[in-house]
């Protein structure tokens, strides 16, 4: 969700929930991230970009003992075209995704995160 506070500042709150499961081991991870999205508001098309930093809660099955929080931050931007005034669709959106879970070697995880919609 994003507060607007001006025409092209605004302040985003992002929680997703991800389940991952292999022959070994199952597992959930939650992140939940805020911060600032500039905005460049031109007509039908809106391009923007965002940073936002926070953590990640993962279960016991995501290389750690029970549910615990790790550091989580994402960089990226995309793309909303308004469809009507009520109606907006994001073609494009991709972002670098770093968790820092520990995992035995560097505790750092490169991510790339892609959505549309």
Known sequence: ??????????????????????????????????????????????????????????????ETTGWQNHFAFTAGGGLEWKLSEHLSLRPLQAEYFLTRIPDGLNDRQNNFRYSAG
């Open 1 to 62: 969700m994003t507060y607007n506070l001006n025409h092209w500042l605004g302040v985003l709150g992002n929680v997703a929930g991800y389940w991952a499961t292999n022959a070994n081991r199952q597992g959930a991870a939650i992140p939940y991230l805020f911060g600032p999205r500039a905005n460049l508001r031109r007509g039908r098309f809106t391009p923007f970009s965002q940073l936002l930093a926070g953590g990640i809660r993962t279960s016991s099955g995501i």
